[in-house]
């Protein structure tokens, strides 16, 4: 598995944080723009922490690499990022 590069998965929460922000923490509208990735049937849109939102984790541990090349992707794809 290759290894993740944890300074875009930070870009990428710190995206999904001032979406949050700019509906006043109305996840339910936010998660449309957000980028997320699914796990377990849950939207994930901070990968450090679980699936309650609650406790920290290994991003590639806990999601796998699989799952986190196609978070970040989406995020290049929505940004433009290179």
Do not use: C, Q
């Amino acid at each position: 598995m290759a290894d993740i590069d944890k300074k875009i998965l930070k870009k990428i929460v710190e995206h999904n944080k001032k979406i949050i922000g700019k509906y006043g923490n109305s996840e339910s509208e936010a998660v449309n723009e957000m980028i997320t990735l699914k796990f377990e049937g849950h939207s994930i849109w901070n990968p450090f922490l679980d699936e309650t939102g609650r406790f920290k984790v290994d991003p590639e541990e806990k999601y796998g690499g699989k799952k986190l090349d196609i978070f970040i992707n989406k995020f290049k794809e929505k940004n433009k990022y290179n």
